[in-house]
């Protein structure tokens, strides 16, 4: 699990902000919706494929509608950094290890 796992969240962190960018280009091209035959499931999946294709194909295309500075992206990457810090502040924290890691208590780092 520990090969495997962090493959496929990376693959699919990279789909969905794929998917991200070729849904924006998309609607910025002005594109009638996919066709789809009318599963919600498949339509999900169909819609999110194509997607998915279109922002690898034209990634571009999304950063269209995209406004950079102002104080909602200060704000955004503020909060972001500072879940970061608390996040790898608390992972330190020998009991959080010892609940994560069995047995982490006895090994020596040094």
Same mark, same amino acid.
């Given at each position: 699990?520990?090969? &495997?796992?962090?493959?496929?969240?990376?693959?699919?962190?990279?789909? %969905? $902000?794929?998917?991200? $960018? #070729?849904?924006?280009?998309?609607?910025?091209?002005?594109?009638?919706?996919?066709? +789809?035959? !009318?599963?919600?499931? *498949?339509?999900? *999946?169909?819609?999110?494929?194509?997607?998915?294709?279109?922002? %690898?194909?034209?990634? &571009? $295309? !999304?950063?269209? #509608?995209?406004?950079?500075?102002? /104080?909602?992206?200060?704000? /955004?990457?503020?909060? #972001?950094?500072? +879940?970061? $810090? /608390?996040?790898?502040?608390?992972?330190?924290?020998?009991?959080?290890?010892?609940? *994560?890691?069995?047995?982490?208590?006895?090994?020596?780092?040094?």
């Amino acid at each position: 699990y520990q090969r &495997y796992l962090p493959l496929a969240g990376a693959l699919l962190a990279a789909a %969905i $902000l794929a998917a991200n $960018l #070729g849904a924006r280009g998309w609607e910025a091209l002005r594109r009638p919706p996919v066709p +789809t035959p !009318g599963l919600f499931v *498949l339509d999900l *999946l169909l819609s999110f494929a194509a997607a998915a294709a279109f922002g %690898i194909a034209c990634p &571009y $295309l !999304g950063c269209d #509608g995209v406004q950079a500075g102002g /104080v909602k992206a200060l704000h /955004v990457i503020v909060v #972001g950094a500072a +879940t970061v $810090l /608390v996040v790898l502040v608390v992972s330190d924290l020998d009991d959080v290890q010892e609940l *994560l890691v069995r047995g982490s208590s006895g090994c020596d780092q040094s």
